[in-house]
């Protein structure tokens, strides 16, 4: 649980980074209709909840800089809006936390009731320098500031100033969730543990004749009991060949006993994501091709892994299981030709055709950049990412058919350390060894 205090912190040291007559406004995300009078589920938009804690829809967040309050220097005054308490509202649609109760429970200064906010923006932004919004993210958000820098304009006899400028609040706010507080990568702990024993799960549960969907059941039933409501992005099972289809959703065919099962699942916990990767036989024993080429995705991945600490890059990473992948390839005559040549010619990319990883945190592919001024960034303590290499090898594939319909992902979760990495994710078993041991439980 991430304490209040620590969304007033993050408050402050944004505002810490902004000069003097700057205003942030962040809007929250909003309810979608699914058809006739029903909603989708409600996932919070991210930078908002990173900055309140508040977890409903209609609401905006006002940040003004350097206020002096009640005698106490704070380098910020901040203002929600959001739903008024209504009975009526309330019975249909759910509780709302209300204006009232709104400062203690979010350490805002003020709360006002959404219906003023049109009203209200106009005088947050009255005679402030410039303005920090999310740009492009929401063209009706973004119409609703447009419009009170519109009236500031407008106002009688020239009475008002509207910001000169308008900054995009991404690249700072972005920067600042690269980096998990203790208090995130605790969460993320758990995320990572209850997602490692939902694939612990499935692999004990698989058997021929199951739907790819039913082991999503097992999968997204084992979040439910751990406390976490919802995945963090579709959960993919995909046997066989569906195992090459990289974002492969449909789950909706039954394992075969020859087939491996590669399952890409993870909670979204308290705000925060986790991002696993397995592939398993469904027999429990893996066939000689099968064993093979999983070997080689692991050796990249720990070979790659090994590279991910403090001062090195992704893409060093991603070197090192390339030239992994390459060779292994190579070895076993599935691409021809000496290394240098692949590796100059990207063969590989036509059986490794993704990233090796991502930064991981609220979101599943996560905010923060890649580059900096041009330049793959070093890493960092605090930042989190996966290491995803795969190999995926369909039945059109210009090599012996031994090899057809066998795709590979392994996938897991690392936190930057100070000497080296942590890996969130280490729960779920990953040699053949350990899959095979664990799969003989059932
Ligand atoms: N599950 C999406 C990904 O691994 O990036
Ligand atoms: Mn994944
Ligand atoms: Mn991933």
Redesign the pocket.
Known sequence: MIAKTEFLQRRETLMSKLPVGSVVVVASAEMHQKGNGTEAAFTQDSDFLYLTGFNEPQAWLVLIHDDVRNGQAKNHRSVLFCQTKDKLAEIWNGRRLGVEQAPSELLVDEAHAIDDFEGLLPELLNEQKQVYFLLGSDDAKEAELMLALQLLRQAPKQTKTAPSMIVDLAPMLHEMRLFKSPAELAVMREAAEMSCRAHVRAMKRVQEGVFEYQLEADILHEFAMSGARSAA?NT?VGAGENACILHYTDNNCAVKKGDLVLI???AHYQGYAA???RTFPVSGKFSEAQASLYNLVLESQLKAMQVLVPGNTLKQATQVAVEVICQGLIERSILSGSLEYNLEHATWRQFFMHGLGHWLGMN?HDVGNYKVNGEDRPLQPGMVL?V?PGIYIDSQADVDPKWHGIGI?I?DDIVITADGHEVLTQNVPKTIDDIEALMAEK
């Open positions: 992005y993919i890409d699942a993870g991002d696993i990767t599943v996966t995803e992902r996938e």
